[in-house]
């Protein structure tokens, strides 16, 4: 896509602000104490894949260490003597143990270890505990590798592990790019409710952008500053703003055609709807509680797919893109040396893109345009040859002779691998649009495009790259959206290299 230049869509509120607070409210009249259940972390799953593997690393090391002057003879040589067939059902037996045990120290419950202090208190116990069972297993079973040094390792060599592993995941769940941004549909008790709940989540960093309600009804100054415009203008703000989640703070008994219009809008552009699992009045009746305590439950009304595949398909990316950067690294300098020597300018080209829920990320590529391309643009405007919003030119004068190759082998397209470790992006996705021409959508359902992290490859990208038509491209990515899957994506890797091959479309 050639470069373009990009102004900004207008913003409603700046993205610095921080989130709307509003004072606690009244607390719910209730005769019996309502049933709390377990709320696990995000991605529980793959936390505790990740914590037994690094236990059982951790344990493996600190015995091999014990034995570090067998391995003269060779490692492969030292694993057959020291590890046989029939250790299997044992080892997994441990992996096992060691889940039950991080388990019951209450690792994977989000209402247990909402701070940091809790958590690594609890990796403590769950550590000692897991190597004083490492230890009463090796007695019974192997007793000639107990060793008190080769023990203390284990559990050190674990603690550093546990603990690093969680350290980094804080921090990423503490980035900017984690933080929700959300609407809040009223303006009444119910959505200034929601409002303060959200701003005090001790697991979820939100960001509250204001409320949509109606305008002519009386309000405080504190809430009307706030109010950015009426449930007409909710598509409108929609597309304008990047936005993670709608909730519904309207009474469902006065506003019921007014919920169903958000959702309808909502599902139209691709955006989360939530809404209280308590907007029906009850007496006895009480909803159960499935998240942190103080917290409303909410039903979630999703338009993308949600869960632990999606939570696979991340892990893949980070797998698949590390592994790309070592693979392809020699290709990398390669590249990198040829742009530098063949042409003026920086070597890596890094454009303002749309991403997830539209959030706009510096996407990379290998520079293969004239330095001053973004400026070229205006006057080739005319001669643009791409239907609809976007702007290609097959013959694109401000392509240098490399990068012409460069977009044809999609070579250019490799620096992407670090969006892809970043989270900015997917291996597989709807390719990311230049802010230009975003800017130029006419249809609100092409919005919904941006539900989904964006790709490096798609199904665009395999049947027929820029040969397509703007139409095709968005009937494509919404097809891949409604039809996604893990099998998908492995598809669609699988064609990308025979398509990159043929050249097909490439520009």
Not at 143 to 156: I, R, S, T
Not at 468 to 490: C, E, K, R, V
Request: proline residues 6%; glycine residues 8%; hydrophobic residues 50%.
């Amino acid at each position: 896509m050639a470069p373009a230049a990009s102004p900004a869509l207008p913003s409603l509120v700046s993205a610095a602000e921080p989130a709307v607070r509003i004072g606690a409210p009244q607390p719910a009249r209730a005769l019996l104490p309502v049933a709390q259940a377990v709320r696990p972390v995000p991605a529980a799953r793959l936390v505790a894949a990740a914590d037994v593997g690094l236990v059982i690393c951790a344990l493996f090391l600190a015995l091999a260490g014990r034995f570090i002057g067998e391995w003269a003879a060779g490692l492969v040589e030292f694993l057959s003597a020291r590890i046989h067939l029939y250790d299997a059902p044992l080892l997994i037996g441990f992996g096992a143990a060691v889940y039950l045990v991080f388990d019951r120290a209450h690792l994977y419950d989000a209402t247990r270890v909402r701070r940091g202090a809790d958590e690594a208190t609890r990796v403590v116990f769950a550590v000692t505990g897991v190597a004083g069972l490492a230890a009463a297993i090796l007695v019974v079973s192997h007793p000639e590798l107990v060793d008190g040094p080769a023990l203390l390792q284990f559990w050190a060599a674990g603690l550093v592990g546990v603990g690093a592993a969680r350290i980094v995941r804080a921090h990423l769940s503490r980035s900017a790019a984690a933080r929700r941004r959300v609407l809040i549909i009223g303006s009444g008790p119910h959505a200034r409710r929601i409002c303060h709940e959200l701003s005090v989540d001790p697991l979820t960093r939100y960001h509250v952008l204001g409320f949509v309600d109606k305008t002519d009804i009386p309000r405080s100054s504190y809430i009307a500053r706030r109010t950015l415009g009426s449930l007409d203008d909710l598509e409108r703000i929609l597309v304008q703003e990047h936005v993670d989640e709608v909730h519904v703070g309207l009474p469902v008994k006065s506003q019921y055609l007014q919920i169903q219009e958000t959702i309808r809008v909502c599902e139209r552009i691709g955006v989360k709807v939530m809404y209280g699992a308590d907007i029906f009045g009850t007496e006895l009746a009480r909803p159960r509680v499935d998240r942190a305590a103080g917290i409303t439950p909410r039903v979630e009304l999703l338009v993308v797919a949600d869960g632990w595949p999606l939570s696979v398909k991340r892990a893949i990316d980070i797998a698949g893109a590390a592994l790309g950067l070592i693979v392809l690294s020699p290709l990398l300098v390669a590249t990198a040396a040829a742009v530098k020597l063949t042409s003026d300018g920086p070597i890596i080209y890094a454009q303002e893109r749309y991403g997830l829920n539209r959030r706009r990320f510096r996407m990379l590529k290998f520079r293969t345009m004239v330095h001053d391309a973004e400026r070229l643009q205006a006057a080739l405007e005319v001669r643009n040859e791409a239907t609809g919003p976007v702007f290609k030119i097959v013959n694109d004068p401000r392509i240098t002779p490399l990068g012409r190759w460069l977009r044809r082998t999609s070579i250019d397209e490799l620096p992407q691998l670090l969006n892809v470790l970043r989270g900015d992006m997917s291996l597989v996705g709807p390719r990311p649009l230049p802010l230009r021409d975003v800017g130029r959508f006419t249809r609100s359902a092409d919005m919904r495009r941006f539900s989904v992290r964006p790709g490096i490859t798609g199904l665009w990208q395999v049947s027929g790259r820029s040969g397509l038509a703007f139409d095709q491209w968005i009937t494509l990515d919404l097809h891949y959206i409604d039809h996604w899957s893990l099998g998908l994506d492995t598809t669609i890797l699988a064609r990308t290299l025979p398509a990159v091959l043929r050249g097909t479309g490439a520009a």
